[in-house]
């Protein structure tokens, strides 16, 4: 299952909110996972399952979407969340990863 | 704390081998599905192995298929991933990653061993 991404990059300011879309090439249900990622250290799970919250992640993070389209959407970015997302599938038991989407700073 | 720690990394030559090991800590390893996931310095993430918490079942992405082994020892707390016939293109740092019943996401990563393939 090939995961799609858009954008690979963006530019946006504090307070913007910001949102990323990942396409899977079938329909994986609502196996979908988003990930954070920073310069050189691991990433970290924010959502799993399409929309449920990790533990410790702040609201502002939200996941949605079913079938083949999904969204990360952060209601007011701040300067923490400049960083890398990735999305992924559990649907089959080959996982993958999208491309990633870079958020910078505008 | 719930932790992973990676060692194993290296520099190896073309067509020899490395064994990768993860030792966990602080949380009930025998219940927890693992992963090996890689990436090449600047790039993306790409998912490698996965193994069960019995070890019964075992999944590899295509470009590692019959060169890497996943393994666990649930006594040693630890996961290994046994990789021959290394390639240049298998340069990467790998992360061993905790998953929960493989759909609800990876929740532990550790920090990475860096692998380089070069001769």
């Known amino acids: 299952i090939q995961m799609t991404q858009s954008p690979s990059s963006l530019s946006a300011s504090v307070g913007d909110r910001v949102t990323i879309t990942c396409r899977a090439s079938?329909?994986?249900?609502?196996?979908l996972n988003w990930y954070q990622q920073k310069p050189g250290k691991a990433p970290k799970l924010l959502v799993y399952?399409?929309?449920s919250l990790q533990s410790g992640v702040p609201s502002r993070f939200s996941g949605s979407g079913s079938g083949t389209d999904f969204t990360l959407t952060i209601s007011s970015l701040q300067p923490e969340d400049f960083a890398t997302y990735y999305c992924?599938?559990?649907?089959?038991?080959?996982?993958?990863f999208g491309g990633g989407t870079k958020v910078e700073i505008k | 704390e719930v932790q992973l720690v990676e060692s194993g990394g290296g520099l190896v030559q073309p067509g020899g081998s490395l064994r990768l090991s993860c030792a966990a800590s602080?949380?009930?390893?025998?219940?927890?599905?693992m992963n090996w996931v890689r990436q090449v310095p600047g790039k993306g993430l790409e998912w490698v192995a996965y193994?069960?918490?019995?070890?019964?079942?075992?999944y590899y992405a295509d470009s590692v298929k019959g060169r890497f082994t996943i393994s666990r020892d649930n006594a040693k707390k630890s996961v290994y991933l046994q990789m021959n016939s290394l390639r240049v293109e298998d340069t990467a740092v790998f992360y061993c990653?905790?998953?929960?019943?493989?759909?609800?996401?990876?929740?532990?990563w550790g920090q990475g061993t860096t692998v380089t393939v070069s001769s």
């Open positions: 193994i069960s918490s019995s070890g019964s079942a075992i």
């Open positions: 992924q599938q559990s649907y089959s038991s080959i996982l993958t």
């Open positions: 602080e949380f009930i390893f025998s219940n927890y599905e």
């Open positions: 399952a399409t929309s």
């Open positions: 990653a905790r998953d929960r019943n493989m759909i609800l996401g990876m929740d532990v």
């Open positions: 079938q329909s994986i249900s609502g196996h």
